[in-house]
């Protein structure tokens, strides 16, 4: 079997490879539906405001973004972790199944209803693998392995519950995180441990560019993805000399997305933040517009080119940077627990009691700290639960 | 009337300000009390382990440095949100009431049954006023304002639900939040008008050093703490001559807990991580120990020199650094949404479904990230809410 690597080639032909210019600032993002008079004002603060007809938007590019590269999308559902806005992305054209990132997700769409799981991540702990044989009453679970310990550890947990888990070896392709690096010699072994496990069965790679989500510029996103593509041909090529078929190669970002193109040996992508955007993918991707916003209260303003609002590190992730006014004249400068404390520029005078819309930094781990997303979709203001975050029990 | 600033003189004549060391390693802390076997290895992962034997030190630590200097301990529940482990606490000598941040925190130690409750801060938006209103009905709640417009708000959220608030004038010693400046013009008026206010009362200060907590070196924290001093005992005297009485004055944390001394003019301290500690504390005061670790579970050894941990940013806050393993060998050297990617020193070998517990750098938000707190008391294990996490609902 020989696999092709034309299309690489082509595909990168078609551009130069040039020094992109990065856009350092968030682009001019239409702002949420504006809210019925006084609903805006009366919003429990700080909480997090779904603007659905942006998101609607977004998900409408991520399908056109797809379609034609004979790549299917797989949303990540840790990018918000709410079953009732991964319900309405699986709508879209191109998506099959789901992603999610830990066994207590995968228990939580399970419970609302989705039967195609993909958890892209090791599972070791048991309380993990015993969620995971829950989840496969009622969903095909796909988890990830990169050593025989998984194997037999996965083999053991969906024996004991009865079922049978896919399996994708996971390939680090750049990350440097979980996955085996290019080349391994335990590669086709490990597969071929999968392939022969009772419970098990090998669905095939996943090979994640973490790194390259949010590479700045779309030509070296490109180029990078361009290297794991090779790095995937490789080891396609090794498993299929040993006989080991692999009819799922799982990856992409959101970053990635418009790298897709026909002839990737990729078939499906695990985007997760495209619905919401965050400001840090703002800096490098224009294919997607910000959804998500923090709403708070302005509670201090003992300067005039000071205030503070009552979101604080409990209400807004900091590890991708500080989040980004929505609109002019106002720079958070620094946040403490319950305390966002801005720059006022001069001109910019708001009041106590006022209501400033952030930009959260990081989508992911900011809507982790809240219960619920409050969705406004021009008319209605509905609030969803973020119904898939931890929930733990004693051993 | 005057005020003595005698105490403050004496207090920093005794001791040279020199520029001590910053203990740049966390301290040698004896670890968690070992769990009995299986027990750790059983632990749903990541998850927060309480050793209370620490906790308990923690607290009876607290109690000696507040011990002879009239200053009373107001413990903050933002530091923990676990109404379980507040309750503990307040068994201490020298302990009375207890401070929270937010309006939610205070329905949620009202409802624990806690009667005495500081929100330390600015409460503007409706929703939370109501909260305050709710607790109010079963506990004497004070809230802090520093312009009229929370005068405002505060008396009609009290007289809405029939009660009454305390209130203090928040000051700003130099953390450059909330808070009126040293010599504000309006200091009198703002406290005049609380006074006057049909459903309020005027209760006194709130003056909290922020800026002082992690500020490296005792003499320094002094020095500053010593600053506050000053600034607090003048407005005492403007306030006082225009026939206003402040009884309380609030303020303090765990990092200045050492510098209390006889004859402040603070009445309470509003410290909160001292019972749990964490890694940035750590490296700033050997007064306490960690009692807190997130145990987590080794999912993935690519290569010799590098490990992964099944805990990342929803498990673990990086506002003040990433978090320190509590053994040799291993270091964090990135966190992403579920992972944290480990260096590993030749010699240290974990393997995969080892447990690896890290000490947090940041206690409230990572608390925060978690629905329950495992403890240990040497014999049993229990599971503590963190009950004290934002609900939200439609407005």
Known sequence: MTISYQFMTDHLATEQITAEPVTAEPGAAPGPAPLPPGLLARLPTPCLLVDLAAADRNIAAAARLVRGTGVRLRPHFKAHKCTELMRRQLRAEGCHGVTCQTAGEAVALAAAGFTDILVANEVVDQAGLDELGRAAQTARITAAADCLEHVRRLDRAAGAAGTTFDV?????????????????????????????????????????????????????????????????????????????????????????????????????????????????????????????YCVTTVISRPEPARAV???????????????????????????????????????????????????????????????????????????????????????
């Open 309 to 395: 609002l009552d979101a604080g590190l409990k209400a807004l992730a900091v590890d991708d940077g500080l989040p980004v006014p929505a609109g002019p004249g106002l720079r958070v400068v620094r946040l403490s627990d319950e305390h966002a404390s801005l720059a006022v520029a001069p001109g910019a005078d708001p009041a106590v009691g006022d209501k400033v819309l952030l930009i959260p930094s990081h989508v992911d781990p900011t809507v982790n700290l809240h219960d619920a997303l409050f969705v406004y979709d021009g008319q209605a203001l509905q609030r969803w639960p973020v119904d898939g975050r931890r929930v733990t029990a004693l051993p």
């Open 168 to 292: 994708l070896v996971e390939l680090d392709v750049g990350a440097g995180r979980c996955g085996l690096p290019a080349g391994r010699p335990d590669l086709v072994p490990l597969a071929a441990a999968i392939a022969g496990a009772g419970a098990l069965r090998l669905a095939g790679l996943q090979a994640y560019g973490g790194h390259v989500q949010h590479s700045p510029g779309l030509q070296l996103r490109r180029t990078l993805c361009y290297h794991a593509e090779l790095q995937v041909a490789a080891e396609l090529e090794r498993l299929a000399g040993a006989g080991l078929s692999c009819p799922v190669v799982s990856g992409h970002g959101t970053g990635t997305l418009e790298c897709l193109a026909p002839g990737t040996l990729y078939t499906e992508a695990q985007a997760g933040s495209y619905v919401l955007l965050d400001a840090a993918y703002q800096r490098v991707t224009r294919a997607f517009e910000p959804a998500l």
